[in-house]
């Protein structure tokens, strides 16, 4: 398998446009859904900034053959066991690029592939799925990944660059892992329990004095985590990011609205755990964790 297949693990609408953006591009892209489609081909569709229409050839994870490079774009919570099911697959020369929201499922590998070191990306296009499997190409943005320890772009980055709109190797992924996740942080819990879009935190005072509350909290703790530099500026950030996306639904709010699990364990909670190893305080993160977790409770 050459350097320019990619296998793609979390079919959900990122991981089905960045398929189509690969496939678009001239790379070989398998999918490797979670349960089977009805034929041959796998079918995506995308609408919205870009139109593209494709028929992708799909493996069940579990199948035989050997996998050269995966692209993981499922939930956090699902990364160490949707990796299990492809790890009989995985070389010492595979490469994985692992794609999720937030922070800290990396850690959790090691139980399911100790010996696996994947690169980390994070990503600021926009996909939302509609109905009928048809993906909203909802915005544009920029691919970032990277490696702890390692500057500068392997060789293998190269294909991948070229085939993604703009797609960069960060020489610091944590950092930028950090910012993307402290604006989340920042963002999704509060739209999620207000089931309002991302303007109204800019437009309700009571909560954009959440926001610069949370803001101050989440600097606080990286801070301490060696992160100062990566958040330098962050309420300002935050609240150009609601801007831009003011008529977005955040993907908890999305992940709410759905009746799926969200991923606050990995976005607020991966704050809380940094918090409560470097002996800080972060109540209105802890507040804001808690009730998430109850309103999942109780859904
Ligand atoms: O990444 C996002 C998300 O919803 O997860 C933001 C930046 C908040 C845009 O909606």
Redesign the pocket.
Known sequence: MSASHWHILGCGAMGRLYAAQLSRAGLKVVLLPRTAPSGAAMAIDITGLSASHHALPWESPDASGPIQQLLVFTKAYDVAPALATVRHRLHDDSRVILMA?GMGYAEELRTVAPALRPALGTS?Q?AHRQGDGVVLHAGHGITRVGMPGVPHAPDWFAPLADALPDCRWESDINAALWR?LA??CA??PL?ALHNCA?GELGERPELATQVGELCREIAAVARAAGQAAALEGLETQVFE?IRA?AA???????DFSAGRRSEIDYITGFVLRQALQFGISAPRNEALWRAVKARETAA
Do not use: C, E, H, Y
């Open positions: 929201n600021t926009g993307k604006i989340n963002i999704n739209t991302n990011v996306t977005n639904r955040s993907s908890m709010l999305q």
